[in-house]
């Protein structure tokens, strides 16, 4: 079965560059989330989509964007990067055309590094 | 302010014995708790998932036992395997709209051979 993709799935940055996450949902899956994970610790959730109208928001800095695309695809934006921004960024999916719309299937993630 | 508390952090199972993992909540207004699993360099897999509805709920080795007076669940996975080794968290959520889940802290898992 199709999963969730994510792109890239390393990346590595200098800090105050900037960096776009791409996350592909899995087909007919139309809510994406985005979570950030640092090291040994659990997932915080930055950002949702539905429809490609922004449904919840977290802690998600105001140095970062998100936007869900026609397709529903979508991309998280980075500027400014910091050195505490490295960590896994993860995305997941969710479809809300049938009952199990609260099931998130998670992707496998993109490996941010700021140097 | 961690909304769902996990315990142990960390476990050590014999093969074949039973891993209990535990989690306990304050907001009464999660009604979706799952489970993942997650190995190190991953993304989480869902593993299993419980509404408050239901007391129980098994999965082939692995069941969800919830409480919804105390405000706690918990996974236990039976005849435990060395595969099963991996980080465990625990998760909750609201099912009105599209909401986020929140996590535990984690329970690193290792199922000794």
């Known amino acids: 079965a199709a999963g969730v993709i994510q792109s890239p799935r390393h990346l590595i940055k200098e800090k105050r560059e900037t960096a776009t996450l791409k996350c592909y949902p899995i087909?007919?899956?139309?809510?994406v989330y985005w979570y950030q994970q640092g090291p040994g610790q659990d997932p915080q959730f930055l950002i949702s989509?539905?429809?490609?109208?922004?449904?919840d928001k977290g802690s998600i800095p105001d140095r970062f964007s998100a936007q869900q695309f026609s397709d529903y695809h979508s991309e998280l934006n980075m500027s400014s990067l910091e050195l505490g921004d490295s960590a896994l960024y993860f995305c997941?999916?969710?479809?809300?055309?049938?009952?199990?719309?609260?099931?998130?299937?998670f992707g496998p993630g993109t490996r941010l590094t700021v140097t | 302010q961690q909304q769902v508390k996990q315990s142990p952090q960390s476990l050590i199972v014999q093969k074949g014995g039973i891993s209990i993992i535990n989690c306990a909540y304050e907001?009464?207004?999660?009604?979706?708790f799952p489970w993942y699993q997650q190995f190190p360099g991953k993304g989480p897999a869902l593993l299993i998932a419980?509404?408050?509805?239901?007391s129980e709920k098994k999965e082939g080795r692995f069941t969800i036992s919830f409480n919804k007076s105390a405000k706690q669940f918990s996974l236990h996975i039976m005849d435990s395997q060395p595969g099963d080794s991996a980080t465990y968290f625990c998760?909750?959520?609201?099912?009105?709209?599209?909401?986020?889940?929140?996590f535990g802290t984690g329970t690193r898992l290792l199922v000794s051979p």
């Open positions: 087909p007919r899956h139309d809510t």
């Open positions: 907001n009464t207004a999660f009604d979706y």
């Open positions: 997941a999916s969710s479809s809300g055309r049938n009952d199990i719309s609260y099931e998130q299937y």
């Open positions: 419980i509404r408050p509805d239901v």
């Open positions: 998760a909750a959520s609201t099912l009105s709209g599209f909401q986020k889940l929140v």
């Open positions: 989509f539905y429809e490609k109208m922004q449904s």
